[in-house]
C-alpha cells in the first residue's frame, strides 16, 4: 500500500474517517486556547492590560471617569475585569467540568462584600460535604477497614437472651434446652447438647452458614412468637377481668336500685292505706298530716334519687285525691291558706322551684321561670292548673271587689311562692289586672249623673304595686297599670272644675309618677288655671272680689313657685297695672293709691310675692307712681301706658281672651277640647320627626282608622297603626295578620324608619 493510500480515510474499518477529524478539531481547539493565554493580565489590577497607558482605550476610558484598579460604575461596584471563557473539552456538555472562573467567583464575593454579606464557596461547600460524610462511614464501620464499593457499613443485629424474653412475659417458662439452643450465639460459654459437636462449622465456615446458628435463629424466632402471642392473651384476660368485675358491680347497684324501688311501692302502698278509709277518702287533718310525714320520710330516705325513681310523681299522685277533695268546696277568698301548710312542707320533693333561683330566667311579661329542658309541664304544675285554678278564677271573677284589696292581697301573698311562673302570670294578667282596668276606668269622680262612692284609686291600687310585675309600672309599657292611670288622671285634668279646689286623688301619685304627673299638670291643668284667672278676675279698687285669685292661688300646692308667679305675671300684673295707671291719670290720691299697692302685696304669699318675677312687677308698679308724681299735672297727658305685659309661658290657643294695651277685654265664651290619646301619639311623632298619615282604610276586626307612622319624607314605607282607648297596635312586618300593643319609645321609631 502506498503512502497516498495510507493518507486516504478508510470506510471499511469505521473508525479512520472520525480519527482524521477528530485530529482537525483538536487542532483547531489547541489554537483557540493558545490564542486565550495570550491575553495578559496586570500584576496591580484585576483589568485586563489595555496596552500602553497613554493609549486610546486609557484615554477613552479615563475621560468617562474611570480609576485604574477599581470597578465599574459610579460608586465602584462593577466589575473589575472582563468576562474571562472558560473552554469546555470538545464533544463534552453543560455540566461536565467547572463552568465558572476563578475570576467570576471572585467578582461574586467582591459583589457580595458590597451587599453586606459573605458569598461561600460551593466547591468549599462540596468539600465540607463529602468530608463530613466520610467521617461518618469510617465512624459506622467499627474498624479500619473499609467495604466493598465504598458504602455503609451493615448494622450489627442485637438479639435478646431467652431469659431477657422470660423476663419480658410475665408467667412464661423456657425450658433450660431451649434457653441454652436459643443462647447459642450469645457472647457468654453455653451449655450445649452432644449434638452440638455435629453442628459446630469447621475453621473455613462463616458463621452465620452454621447449622447451629439457623437451628437458634430459629427457636428464637418462634420463642418470640410465643411470647408476644403470650402477652396478648395476658392483657385480654387483664381487660375480661376488669369487664367482670365491672359487670358485677353493675349489678349490685341494679340490685340496690331494686330494692330502693321495692321500698318506693311498699311506702307508696301504705299511704294509700292512710288515705283509704272504709268508705273511700278521709279528708280529716290526721290524714293529711301522715301522708305529709310519709312523704317527708321518703324524701329523706331518698334525697339524692328524688329524680331516678319519679317521687315527685308519687307524692303528687298521693295527694291527688287530698287536694282534689280540699278544693270542691273551697273558697279562695274567705280561707286562703287551706292545705298550704302541707304544700310547704313537701315543696322540695313536689319540685317547687323558688322563682327567685339563681338558675332562673326572666320571661318577657316580667315573671321569673327557673330553667328547665323539658317541654312539658311538671305533674305538679298539672295539679294546681287542673285542680287549684279553676275554684280561683270563679272567686275573683265573680264575687272579688276590686275595690277591696285586702283578701285578695292576702290570698295571693300566701299562695305565690307555690305557683309556677305561668300559672301566676295567668292570675294575675288575665284575671286580677283586667278587674283593676275595669275598676279604674269606671272611676269618675266629678260625674253628675251618677253618684260615685268609689274610694279614689290610691287606695285600692297601691296594696297591688308589689304583688305586680315590673312592667306594670313602667310607663313606656302601654298596656302597663301605672300607664292606664296616668292616662286617666290626664283625662280628669281636662275636665276637672276649676272652683272645686285641687282634685285630691293626684298628691298620692306624686312618688310613682315623678316625672309624668308634673308634665300632665303643666300641660292640662295651668292653662285652664290661666284661662279662668283671665276671665274671672277683675281688678277694682273700689269693690275687689279675690275668690278667682284665691281659688287659682289654691293650686300653688301643685306647681313650683316659679310656675305660679309666671302664671300671675301674665293673667294678674297685666290688669293691675292697666288700673294703677287709669287711676293714676284720673286726679289720684297717692295715699289710697299706696295703700292699695300695699294691700296687694299683702294678698299674695310670701314665697309667691318676693319671687324674682313678681318682685319686679312691683317695682314696676312702684317707678310708675315715681313717674307719675314727678310728671306732676301733666300726668294725664304724659305718663305712657303700661306694656302688654311679658309674653305668656303658656300656650295662647289654650287661654281664654287676650289683653290689647293692658285693657281687659271681655272674651267669648270657649269650650277646652279633651286632648285624646290619639293627639299624644300626634304629638309624640312630631318630636321625634315622625309623620303619622291618616290611610282611608280601618281594621278589619276593630273598625278603628288605620295611621301610617313612617320617618320618609315621601311617607313610604313606616308601620302601620291603630289607636284602641289608650293603646297603639302596630302591625307585624313578618306576619300581617298579626298586631301587637307597642309603645311610645325607641321600639316605634325603629319601627317607622325600617
Given amino acids: 500500500m502506498s503512502d497516498e493510500e495510507d493518507e486516504k480515510p478508510s470506510l471499511s474499518g469505521g473508525s479512520g474517517f472520525n480519527s482524521g477529524r477528530r485530529k482537525l478539531e483538536d487542532d483547531e481547539g489547541t489554537r483557540r486556547q493558545s490564542s486565550y493565554k495570550k491575553m ?32 465599574l460604575g459610579a460608586e465602584g461596584k462593577g466589575r473589575l475585569a472582563p468576562i474571562e471563557s472558560q473552554q469546555r473539552p470538545q464533544g463534552v456538555g453543560l455540566g461536565a467540568v467547572k463552568e465558572k472562573t476563578k475570576q467570576a467567583k471572585e467578582e461574586e464575593k467582591r459583589a457580595a462584600a458590597f451587599r453586606g454579606e459573605v458569598l461561600e464557596d460551593s466547591e468549599e461547600e462540596e468539600k465540607k460535604r463529602r468530608r463530613k460524610l466520610k467521617e461518618m462511614r469510617m465512624a459506622g464501620s467499627g474498624s479500619g477497614t473499609s467495604t466493598p464499593g465504598g458504602g455503609r457499613a451493615r448494622a450489627k443485629i442485637k438479639y435478646r437472651t431467652a431469659a431477657e424474653i422470660e423476663a419480658d412475659s410475665e408467667g412464661l417458662q423456657v425450658p433450660s434446652i431451649l434457653k441454652s439452643l436459643i443462647d447459642i450465639t450469645g457472647k457468654e460459654t453455653k451449655l450445649l447438647m452432644s449434638t452440638e459437636v455435629l453442628l459446630t462449622s469447621g475453621p473455613n465456615m462463616v458463621p452465620s452458614e452454621t447449622t447451629a446458628t439457623k ?3 430459629g427457636a428464637r424466632r418462634d420463642l418470640e412468637a410465643f411470647a408476644d402471642e403470650w402477652r396478648a392473651l395476658s392483657d385480654r384476660r387483664k381487660f375480661y377481668d376488669l369487664q367482670s368485675r365491672q359487670i358485677i358491680g353493675d349489678l349490685d347497684v341494679q340490685q340496690e336500685e331494686i330494692q330502693n324501688l321495692k321500698t318506693v311501692v311498699d311506702a307508696a302502698q301504705e299511704i294509700e292505706q292512710l288515705y283509704l278509709g272504709d268508705n273511700g277518702i278521709s279528708e280529716d287533718v290526721s290524714t293529711w298530716e301522715a301522708v305529709t310525714m310519709k312523704l317527708q320520710s321518703m324524701e329523706i330516705d331518698f334525697q339524692e334519687d ?68 323539658r317541654k312539658s309541664t311538671s305533674h305538679y304544675e298539672t295539679l294546681v292548673y287542673t285542680l287549684w285554678l279553676p275554684p280561683v278564677r270563679t272567686a275573683i271573677t265573680s264575687s272579688w271587689d276590686p275595690h277591696d284589696s285586702t283578701q285578695i292581697t292576702t290570698f295571693l301573698t300566701t299562695w305565690r311562692p307555690l305557683l309556677p311562673a305561668f300559672i301566676l302570670s295567668n292570675l294575675i294578667d288575665q284575671l286580677i289586672v283586667p278587674r283593676l282596668t275595669a275598676a279604674l276606668s269606671a272611676w269618675k269622680p266629678h260625674s253628675k249623673r251618677h253618684h260615685n262612692t268609689a274610694p279614689a284609686p290610691h287606695i285600692w291600687l297601691f296594696p297591688w304595686l308589689p304583688n305586680l310585675p315590673s312592667y306594670h309600672t313602667d310607663l313606656s309599657y302601654p298596656a302597663g297599670l301605672l300607664t292606664t292611670v296616668k292616662h ?88 293691675w297695672h292697666a288700673i294703677l295707671h287709669l287711676w293714676l291719670t284720673s286726679s289720684p290720691s297717692y295715699v289710697e293709691i299706696i295703700e292699695w299697692f300695699a294691700w296687694w302685696k299683702e294678698q299674695l304669699p310670701p314665697e309667691i310675692s318676693t319671687h324674682p318675677l313678681v318682685a319686679a312687677e312691683w317695682t314696676k308698679g312702684l317707678e310708675t307712681m315715681n313717674h307719675a308724681v314727678e310728671l306732676g299735672d301733666d300726668v294725664a297727658a304724659q305718663l305712657p301706658a303700661p306694656a302688654a305685659g311679658p309674653a305668656r309661658p303658656l300656650d295662647s290657643g289654650t287661654l281664654l281672651g287676650t289683653a290689647t294695651n293692658g285693657h281687659a277685654v271681655t272674651p267669648s265664651k270657649h269650650v277646652i277640647p279633651e286632648t285624646t290619646f290619639k293627639d299624644e301619639v300626634e304629638d309624640w311623632c312630631a318630636e321625634e320627626g315622625l309623620l303619622m298619615m291618616p290611610l282611608r282604610e280601618a281594621h278589619e276586626v276593630t273598625g278603628a282608622p288605620l295611621f301610617r307612622i313612617t320617618a320618609s319624607a315621601n311617607g313610604k314605607g313606616g308601620v302601620l297603626v291603630y289607636v284602641k282607648g289608650d293603646v297603639l297596635w302596630a302591625r307585624s312586618k313578618k306576619d300581617k295578620a298579626v298586631w301587637k300593643p307597642v309603645g311610645l319609645d325607641a321600639g316605634l321609631v325603629g319601627m317607622a324608619g325600617s
Fill in 40 to 71: 495578559k493580565f496586570s500584576k496591580d489590577s484585576a483589568s485586563p492590560a489595555l496596552g500602553k497607558p497613554n493609549s486610546f482605550a486609557a484615554k477613552m476610558m479615563a475621560k468617562m471617569g474611570y480609576i485604574e484598579g477599581q470597578g
Fill in 215 to 217: 437451628i437458634a435463629r
Fill in 306 to 373: 328524688l329524680d331516678n325513681f319519679g317521687l315527685s310523681e308519687v307524692a303528687v299522685a298521693a295527694l291527688h285525691p287530698l287536694f282534689r277533695s280540699a278544693m270542691l268546696d273551697w273558697e279562695p277568698l274567705e280561707d286562703p291558706t287551706r292545705t298550704v301548710s302541707y304544700i310547704q312542707r313537701l315543696s322540695h320533693i313536689l319540685g317547687i322551684q323558688a322563682q327567685s333561683d339563681s338558675m332562673a330566667v326572666t320571661l318577657q311579661n316580667g315573671y321569673h321561670e327557673p330553667k328547665r329542658n
Fill in 488 to 575: 286617666k288622671l290626664r283625662s280628669l285634668l281636662t275636665s276637672h272644675p276649676i272652683p272645686s279646689g285641687p282634685p285630691p286623688y293626684i298628691f298620692p301619685w306624686r312618688p310613682l309618677l315623678p316625672t309624668a304627673l308634673p308634665h300632665l299638670l303643666t300641660t292640662h291643668l295651668l292653662p285652664r288655671l290661666a284661662a279662668y284667672l283671665h276671665t274671672h278676675l277683675s281688678i277694682d279698687p273700689s269693690d275687689q272680689d279675690l275668690s278667682p285669685l284665691t281659688t287659682v292661688l289654691a293650686y300653688t300646692s301643685l306647681f313650683s313657685a316659679s310656675t305660679t308667679a309666671a302664671l300671675l305675671v301674665s293673667e294678674l300684673f297685666p290688669k
